[in-house]
């Protein structure tokens, strides 16, 4: 359990909790003295949701630390992401939709292209597109391997994700990329004589994989790395007693919310009001909802500052669809911050506005930005610490002694 | 390593950082109401840096503790004092220059002045000067025990250092101090069985002391305390990735600092102006400067509210020469408070100031002082969380996870 003193205090509540992620949302300013990202779009609604709620900063994993978005955001939904080293192979398949039970065995997958000697002249298949890419894919599908049933999925452009299921199964494997051209792949070699038989099988697994891609230009051939088992992460339902559901656009989050067991609700279009309308269309059906907006983080990336001021504003004007829900809890937040100035994830605080109505006591703070966030009244606190106080404003957790 | 999870995500950077240390540097007001030092000092440089950087206090080592200088130091280099407590013998022995390394064994010494019987009628050995102790070290350096190596070296006024070199020593000895007059000093009494040949060994050598001695007026005896090894800690070299350099007048934090990895410059004065142009000619072999102002602590301890307004002024008016070498990260900062009003270290929270152009997030702060720093955006951190946020600045660190 995440938090072992939360779990026997927790209650049966009514409750509706929204975790609205704005991905990437903490800014800098562009020039010394000047307004971030948020503190420069016109967000009527959030700056209202401000004043009657109240704000701080998280701290994503440790104080310094740039999170990339899986570990983001574990801690986020409260599971300490230096505790639970998730596997990418895990996240990877899970991501994509591939069901990572514990004890099955996932890992990434990288077409490449081998010389006539089986050597690597290039690690990632010269990048080969999705759609040239999938057929591919298709083809190692039809692969099996006495004993143990295995799943094939494609992720993006020259990389995919396998899993393996079946009994006495261990991923204490080492990559079989080498990391260089001019050699070839590595055989699958266990580091733990547990996961011996699991190398055997997935060494299997790639040499009928290398009969299958033999015709093919640019992909005939693979390397595997990442190989990890579910994690074994507590599910929301028993940490936190709540039945809750993902609304978002890209796998890797939909990945990270199916291990904590969101059920991840799939629907067509990725504007805020279309993820919206998902939300309204669930909202009987869940105690929790996450929604996660993407496109905050890319324009950082991309460092494209007005873009990302244009998509935090399109949020905001979405927002009443939510509010009209009549959520008890609503936060919103970042999992990190992106920088347009910085064009990369970094390790700056990150926004946080808790909004209770019933429960929360207001700040003096005014507005969503990043400055009132620093002076707002929560502080400076871990994202570790906020899933105990959503569960507390939700009225979901008993006294602790008497 | 201080942060286990830090060191697999160090990368290379050619970016240069300061660690500006004013010793003692929090302060009090004399008055209720009224300015501390630092808010009372006309520090303009200071006050612009805090503009444009980021204001915060550091609790030392934990709240409500005072710390002595060794700990508070070694905080702020990122190791925990509670963890790794660091023999005085050691830190004596380093201060002076004594090079400690792991497997030998050093003690701090007290000369003493014996009575015709042996016993001690002044534990300190009429607290001689200087200029008479030296001497006296220069004979017991004269001293040789069969099978190890000795080094001696003179502290301040009655005290020394001593350190012995070999095979399979080992510090688990108690003091041979007794705390009071009238009785011999004690032998040196191993308390672990693998100590008990350097304890032999140690007997043997203070022996030869006492004969050697035996003709001094005041200091014809010695007692012996903190026997120490090397603390082990990793070095900032293998724990950052920095080349480090130490720039201090005082050997107590010149002996901290080569315990972690840092080489200790030497050189001529004691004026921050001196010391910042000591800094400008080593600007080009190193990635990461201390510079350690110890007269900021003096005046404090000795009440002189308005002499530390004046060294903080000082401080301030050489900074230029630092800036005019274009630190990417600078961290003007104290190890612990020092108020004039109390005339000794003190547990409060200590003014931090982190100026980084490229990366930092400013806060609404206007000056360097303790009001302001009480409401930076950095919050109340632990001293200790403040060199991954240096690394962090210096874009020394890669993302965690993905």
Chains 1, 2 share one sequence.
């Not at 057929?135 to 599908?141: F, G, M, Y």
């Not at 039809?142 to 993006?156: A, D, L, Y």
């Not at 055989?187 to 038989?197: D, K, Y």
């Not at 506005?353 to 005014?366: F, G, H, I, K, N």
Request: glycine fraction near 10%.
């Amino acid at each position: 359990m995440p938090f072992e003193y939360l779990t026997p205090l927790l209650r049966d509540s009514e409750s509706k909790i929204v975790l609205l992620v704005l991905d990437g949302l903490g800014g800098l300013p562009i020039d010394p003295g000047g307004k971030t990202e948020l503190e420069s779009a016109q967000t009527p609604i959030m700056d209202k949701l401000a004043r009657e709620g109240i704000l701080g900063q998280t701290i994503p994993i440790r104080p310094g630390v740039t999170p990339g978005s899986g570990p983001a955001h574990l801690a986020l939904f409260g599971y300490d992401p230096l505790v639970h080293d998730i596997g990418r192979g895990a996240l990877e398949s899970a991501g994509v939709g591939l069901d990572v039970r514990k004890g099955d065995v996932a890992a990434r997958g990288n077409f490449c292209t081998l010389d006539e000697n089986g050597n690597i002249i290039d690690r990632r298949a010269g990048r080969i597109p999705t759609e040239e890419a999938i057929p591919v894919v298709e083809k190692l599908k039809s692969i099996q391997i006495p004993g143990v049933e295995t799943e094939v999925r494609h992720v993006k452009e020259y990389r995919f994700a396998v899993v393996m299921r079946g009994v006495d199964l261990a991923p204490e494997i080492e990559d079989t990329d080498p990391q260089q051209t001019g050699v070839t792949p590595l055989r699958a070699v266990a580091f733990s004589p547990g996961a011996e038989r699991t190398a055997a099988l997935y060494n299997q697994w790639i040499s009928q994989a290398r009969r299958v891609l033999a015709d093919q230009p640019k992909a005939n051939g693979l390397t595997l790395r990442g190989f990890a088992t579910h994690p074994g992460l507590a599910s929301y339902q028993d940490a936190y007693g709540l039945k809750a559901a993902c609304i978002a656009v890209y796998p890797m989050y939909k990945g990270v919310s199916r291990l904590v067991g969101m059920d991840v609700i799939e629907f067509d279009g990725d504007s805020p009001q279309e993820e919206f309308a998902v939300l309204a269309r669930m909202w009987d059906d869940y105690d929790f909802f996450f929604v996660h907006i993407k496109k905050t983080d890319s324009m950082g990336e991309d460092g494209d500052f007005q873009g990302k001021v244009k998509v935090i504003e399109s949020v905001d004007a979405a927002i009443p669809t939510l509010l009209g829900l009549n959520p008890d809890v609503l936060v919103i937040t970042g999992d990190h911050s992106t920088p347009a100035k910085l064009r990369s994830h970094s390790w700056h605080p990150v926004p946080f506005l808790l909004w209770a109505p019933a429960s929360v006591r207001p700040d003096t703070q005014s507005e969503f930005g990043e400055r009132n966030c620093a002076s707002g009244s929560l502080g400076n606190i871990p994202a570790l610490d906020t899933m105990p106080l959503v569960l507390a404003h939700g009225m979901r957790l008993n006294k602790f002694g008497a």
